[in-house]
């Protein structure tokens, strides 16, 4: 289940279950989007990225879904392994006169239990 | 292994110490990045380099100094720190001219201000 609060939300699978993690951003200007995985002691790691002229893109065991009306982004891994835990950030970016904006979501932990 | 390599790994330092923190990236791109990550956190922009030019400054105090020698280099020079700057502190890299590309991270330098 997932659990929020004063701490980094935490989505706990089981092993071989699908995860869906989810993301709200602010900036209806924002027309690009990307999913970066960060483990313990490591810098965020590129996932998958997705146009805003897209609703849907997939990558190996990993898709991302975009819906502008509500202004929500998903990150879905199928078949979730040990391997895939992690905290996910969602990333939204948008342009402005310094060229592109990156904005950071909260993060999600992504807790894999045997 | 990371496209963008960040020494040292770790760092400890006084007060009243003067440290640099070095990034190097080889992929051609010309925007460098640094980034502040407390725990539990996403990243925080500090300062952005275009060009080898300072061109974003997030209102980062002055005892943070940013540097970028070439376009592969980012460094950023600390002085008398204070220790709420104790964090994770990323270098990351993109393209400029090519639209929607993402940032590159490395693994970052942890660092504790005693």
């Known amino acids: 289940g997932e659990s929020v609060g004063l701490h980094l939300p935490t989505l706990s699978v089981q092993e071989g279950d699908n995860s869906i993690i989810n993301c709200a951003y602010s900036?209806?200007?924002?027309?690009?989007f990307i999913w970066y995985k960060q483990e313990s002691g490591k810098g965020p790691q590129f996932i998958i990225d997705i146009r805003s002229n897209m609703d849907k893109r997939q990558g190996q065991r990993v898709t991302v879904l975009l819906n502008k009306t509500v202004k929500h982004l998903s990150l879905q891994i199928a078949a979730t392994q040990p391997g895939d835990s992690a905290v996910y950030f969602c990333?939204?970016?948008?342009?402005?006169?310094?060229?592109?904006?990156?904005?950071f979501g909260p993060g999600t932990r992504l807790s894999v239990l045997p | 292994d990371t496209e963008v390599t960040q020494t040292p790994k770790h760092l400890v330092m006084g007060m009243t110490n003067k440290k640099s923190l070095k990034c190097e990236q080889h992929?051609?791109?010309?925007?460098m990045y640094w980034y502040k990550q407390k725990a539990k956190k996403p990243p925080e922009l500090m300062f952005v380099y275009s060009y080898e030019k300072l061109s974003i400054n997030e209102s980062v105090p002055s005892r943070f100094s940013p540097e970028c020698p070439n376009s592969s280099l980012l460094n950023l020079h600390l002085h008398a720190l204070q220790p709420e700057d104790s964090a994770l502190y990323l270098c990351a890299s993109s393209h400029l001219r090519v639209s929607n590309q993402p940032q590159h991270f490395g693994d970052g330098t942890r660092l504790s201000i005693l």
């Open positions: 992929m051609g791109h010309r925007a």
């Open positions: 990333a939204e970016i948008s342009r402005d006169n310094y060229g592109q904006n990156f904005v």
């Open positions: 900036n209806s200007a924002s027309d690009y």
